[in-house]
T-cell receptor, first 112, second 117 residues
């Protein structure tokens, strides 16, 4: 079952913050985050493993709450280059089930 | 890394024709995935390989779809008797799997855009 992302779309002014949420109904081993710009392939941002890990990359960070099967991506002081569609990918890692299932996507638009 | 390459970039075909796409993964990657993506949607899982073994195929995928990865290198995805509903972007991705879970990220190719008329 596909993880659900919220919001579906968000518009920010440059410098504002955003939070994108990803929720699954399954027990998860890890969560991936990818960004896809129009007409391009998805590009990896980060992986979070179960254990309540939080990771950061410059002004983009994420958290993973394995008990709630939820992950959040935090974008602070947004830049124009952050525009694109963000997808979470969830991994259950049961025997015979090790595929990454992508969420519904969140379209982020940054305006000057 | 030379990256994941896919061929062709675009394919236009008539309904009922067969089409085949090719994916060349990053050379040291043991996992290869095929996804399908339509406008405004997330990538939808089709199938994946560990080396040359096909480990899972989506239950949503009809028998018209088949994929191979001979010798665990490049992969092909064939669609027989194409239908208009097959029109989509077909994405290939590869990863290094099983050594370090923190590094099992997917590298995507640019995709093959299929249009069925």
């Amino acid at each position: 079952q596909q993880p659900v992302q919220s919001p579906q779309a968000v518009i920010l002014r440059e410098g504002e913050d955003a939070v994108i949420n990803c929720s699954s109904s399954k027990a998860l081993y890890s969560v991936h985050w990818y960004r896809q710009k129009h007409g391009e392939a998805p590009v990896f941002l980060m992986i979070l493993l179960k254990g309540g890990e939080q990771k950061g990359h410059e002004k983009i960070s994420a958290s993973f709450n394995e008990k709630k099967q939820q992950s959040s991506l935090y974008l602070t002081a947004s830049q124009l280059s952050y525009s694109g569609t963000y997808f979470c990918g969830t991994l259950e890692r049961d025997f015979g089930n090790e595929k990454l299932t992508f969420g519904t996507g969140t379209r982020l638009t940054i305006i000057p | 890394d030379t990256g994941v390459s896919q061929d062709p970039r675009h394919k236009i075909t008539k309904r009922g024709q067969n089409v085949t796409f090719r994916c060349d993964p990053i050379s040291e990657h043991n996992r290869l995935y095929w996804y399908r993506q339509t406008l405004g949607q997330g990538p939808e899982f089709l199938t994946y390989f560990q080396n040359e073994a096909q480990l899972e195929k989506s239950r949503l995928l009809s028998d018209r779809f088949s994929a191979e990865r001979p010798k665990g290198s490049f992969s092909t995805l064939e669609i027989q008797r194409t239908e208009q509903g097959d029109s989509a972007m077909y994405l290939c991705a590869s990863s290094r799997w099983g050594q370090d879970p923190t590094n099992e990220k997917l590298f995507f190719g640019s995709g093959t855009q299929l249009s069925v008329l």
